[in-house]
């Protein structure tokens, strides 16, 4: 309960802050990006459904990065039922599922209307590349961005952490290995993240200096590790560390010794202001129990 209410006075700050200019955070709304695995315990996903409102709060939630086709080439259907069960197994009473593989079907406005009324989108994990085909550039990449226009809260696991970044890192159709993709429909994300690139499960894949060579091809971008079952929760150009355990900043900016990574770790608890690019608050660095989640929505 203190670290309920410790939270919810970081974020009220967090928010009176956003109302400056921001430069990486969107100017309303929220975001809330996990680095993947499980979040059993590390109330991310009641934080998550909290910003949103609570348990009757709308939530959209977009499978799409877990394929668009199988490998003969056929289409991948996804069951609204088995999608959403996870989220109506916590309470949600006001959830929809999301997809197309087929940006001309995105960019209409009959697909895209369930998102006019929404407070909160959740992209699910996969291969980020995926949900790019199935909406760059199309009415519904455009009704995301009008969820944070009306305040409300975007989020996402694994790939749907990558996608909230802006250089997609690990875009390549060829395989996950690879950090920068050759393809250029590929290299950029939905931005939600401005001028960042975000990569997932650094710890259990051991992927904490696989974002060096993207930062030193692209200076003017902050990097983000975020380990397994750990999130950013992002208002403005702020975001405060929760869940389980790291995460890593791959900043340009900063000067490191030789003997150094180019890199520095957050723990969960920590407050970090990526205009000034500084901790402003060191939290505890440990686990906390989860929130609980509200019963009524906005």
């Not at 939630?61 to 490998?71: D, K, Q, S």
């Not at 060829?174 to 997932?200: C, K, N, V």
Request: some cysteine.
């Amino acid at each position: 309960m203190k670290h309920a209410i410790a939270f919810a006075t970081t974020i009220a700050a967090m928010a009176l802050y956003a109302q400056e200019p921001t430069e990486y955070g969107p100017p309303k709304g929220t975001l809330v990006i996990q680095g993947g695995g499980s979040d059993t315990g590390t109330g991310i996903f009641e934080t998550f459904i909290n910003l949103a409102g609570g348990l009757n709060a709308k939530i959209v939630v977009v499978p799409t990065a877990g394929g668009n086709r199988n490998h003969d080439g056929s289409l991948i259907h996804y069951r609204a039922e088995e999608v959403l069960a996870p989220w109506k197994d916590r309470g949600c009473t006001n959830v929809w599922m999301l997809h197309t593989h087929d940006p001309k079907t995105a960019n209409t406005e009959e697909f895209a209307k369930v998102l006019r009324n929404a407070n909160a989108v959740w992209f699910d994990g996969g291969r980020q590349w995926n949900i790019v085909d199935s909406y760059a550039n199309t009415l519904t990449m455009r009704e995301f961005h009008k969820v944070l226009e009306r305040g409300g809260v975007i989020g996402g696991s694994s790939a749907g952490a990558t996608i909230q970044g802006d250089y997609l890192v690990r875009g390549a159709i060829a395989g996950p290995e690879i950090m920068m993709t050759p393809e250029p429909e590929h290299e950029h994300g939905f931005a939600f993240l401005r001028r960042s690139a975000i990569d997932q499960h650094i710890n259990t894949r051991n992927r904490w200096d696989d974002l060096i060579p993207v930062i030193r091809k692209y200076p003017n971008l902050l990097g983000i590790g975020i380990s397994e079952g750990t999130a950013l929760v992002v208002t403005g150009d702020r975001f405060e560390v929760i869940g389980k355990w790291k995460v890593a900043i791959h900043d340009n900016t900063r000067v490191y010794q030789p003997w150094e990574k180019p890199y520095y770790v957050l723990s969960p608890g920590d407050v970090y202001n990526m205009k000034t690019r500084k901790i402003e608050k060191y939290g505890a660095g440990s686990p906390v129990p989860p929130p609980a989640i509200k019963g009524t929505s906005r």
